[in-house]
């Protein structure tokens, strides 16, 4: 069983849609938790970043963490054809350099 | 440069060919990990540097698989008698020092061996 867990999909939504994207994880020592964006051919993104457990907003993006269920989640509002691309979620260890470990991405479509 | 630069961007190999790929980091930054990115997975890790140390290369699939970093700047990963299950997308990312959570990737080195 891998560490971290994601769907893959393909998810596809309308424009304008509320998009929620989920990882689970295994190992209880993760502390960091992020999600990167990945459009094709290009390099990962970070689009948002989680320090233990609770909730970040960041425009249209809200990321959440629960370590008790070991789950973390993000939602994207009005959702637009841009934000058409995968997304990874990523965590890592506290301490120590930060070896980031990937889910294995979700790919969004979002159509007009 | 303002980001991760890597060279090439593309490459094909042959079975067996040796291939070295380049990642130019941010200006600064101490840190730098490569992953491999197999299609439709997320991306590995696969070795980690801080400076011109190589402190982690616990993720290298074989002794195939070799990187360094000796001037604590660009850093270089090559890979000898290439096979087909090393076909994937390689990505450097590097960060401004080891407590930094945020990496930058570059755009990767996609890798195609025949």
């Known amino acids: 069983q891998k560490e971290v867990e994601q769907d893959p999909g393909p998810l596809s939504v309308p424009e304008g849609a509320i998009v929620s994207l989920n990882c689970t994880y295994s190992n209880s020592a993760f502390q960091y938790f992020m999600w990167y964006r990945q459009y094709s051919r290009k390099g990962p993104e970070l689009l948002m970043y989680t320090y233990s457990s609770g909730n970040k907003e960041d425009g249209r993006f809200t990321a959440q963490v629960d370590k008790s269920s070991k789950y973390i989640s993000l939602f994207i509002r009005d959702s637009q054809p841009s934000d058409s691309a995968t997304y990874l979620c990523?965590?890592?260890?506290?301490?120590?350099?930060?070896?980031?470990?990937f889910g294995a991405g979700t790919r969004l479509a979002v159509h007009p | 440069g303002a980001g991760v630069s890597q060279s090439p961007r593309y490459k094909v190999a042959k079975r067996g060919q040796d291939v070295a790929l380049r990642c130019d980091p941010i200006s600064g930054h101490v840190s730098l990990f490569w992953y491999q990115q197999a299609l439709g997975q997320g991306p590995e890790f696969l070795t980690y540097f801080q400076n011109e140390a190589q402190l982690d290369k616990s993720g290298l699939p074989s002794d195939r698989f070799f990187a360094e970093r000796p001037e604590g700047s660009v850093s270089t990963l090559k890979i000898q008698r290439t096979q087909q299950e090393d076909s994937a997308v390689y990505l450097c990312a590097t960060n401004r020092d080891r407590r930094q959570e945020t990496q930058y990737f570059g755009p990767g080195t996609r890798l195609l061996v025949l």
């Open positions: 990523a965590m890592n260890r506290y301490g120590g350099y930060n070896k980031l470990i």
